[in-house]
């Protein structure tokens, strides 16, 4: 059964730092592309990062040069490091399997709640 | 860069009612774009892919089309289970959500 599982949210000062894992049972996530979603309280969905079954990354403006999505592949898990946060980084995160990168995100895990706040 | 644009951003229906929602790209996406329905407090649920492809496991009465700029979404008979969010995604370049649709009953 495929599962992803998210961890490492919580509440950090503005201009702190963050580090998200995604752990993932019934497949391989470096055989996979991979991407982080992220959700605002009472917002839509907006995408943040991704990163394709070669290594190669990429990310949302908003993050850019912020944000870096990386993986552990014996560990089989996804991660997001989250440095100079702002308040407007408050959400909801998510990972999830992205299939073949173009045909949706077929897994979702449940979310893990970052707040950035003083 | 490419814009997702979708209306309506709300909408109240009855069960056993047809909807649809419309999902509008700035420029031509060929067919990459999919559908998600979110019910509060829960991750998103994958519903159509490649514009009209149904997911293994989502009701035959969920369907998509469109190519090129324009898409829907169509419900062909509200069921209570699908009041929630839908959102279209497309993937033609590096991800992109519309703003969203709420659904909600009459």
């Given at each position: 059964e495929v599962q992803l599982v998210e961890s490492g949210g919580g509440l950090v000062q503005p201009g702190g730092s963050l580090r998200l894992s995604c752990a993932a049972s019934g497949f391989t996530v470096s055989n996979n592309y991979m991407s982080w979603v992220r959700q605002a309280p009472g917002k839509g969905l907006e995408w943040v990062s991704l990163i394709y079954s070669d290594g190669i990354t990429y990310s949302a403006d908003s993050v850019r040069g912020r944000f870096t999505i990386s993986r552990d592949n014996s560990k089989n898990t996804l991660y997001l490091h989250m440095n100079s946060l702002r308040a407007e980084d408050t959400a909801v995160y998510y990972c999830a399997r992205d299939r073949n990168g173009v045909y949706g995100s077929d897994y979702w895990g449940q979310g893990t709640l970052v707040t950035v706040s003083s | 860069d490419i814009q997702m644009t979708q209306s309506p951003s709300s909408l109240s229906a009855s069960v056993g009612d047809r909807v649809t929602i419309a999902c509008r790209a700035?420029?031509?996406?060929?067919?990459?774009l999919n559908w998600y329905q979110q019910r509060p407090g829960k991750a998103p649920k994958l519903l159509i892919y490649a514009a009209s492809l149904l997911e293994s496991g989502?009701?035959?009465?969920f369907s998509g089309s469109g190519s090129g700029t324009d898409f829907t979404l169509t419900i062909s008979s509200l069921q209570p289970e699908d009041f929630a969010a839908y959102y279209c995604q497309q993937t033609y370049t590096t991800p992109l959500f519309g703003q969203g649709t709420k659904l909600e009953i009459k």
């Open positions: - | 700035s420029q031509s996406i060929s067919n990459y989502v009701p035959s009465r």
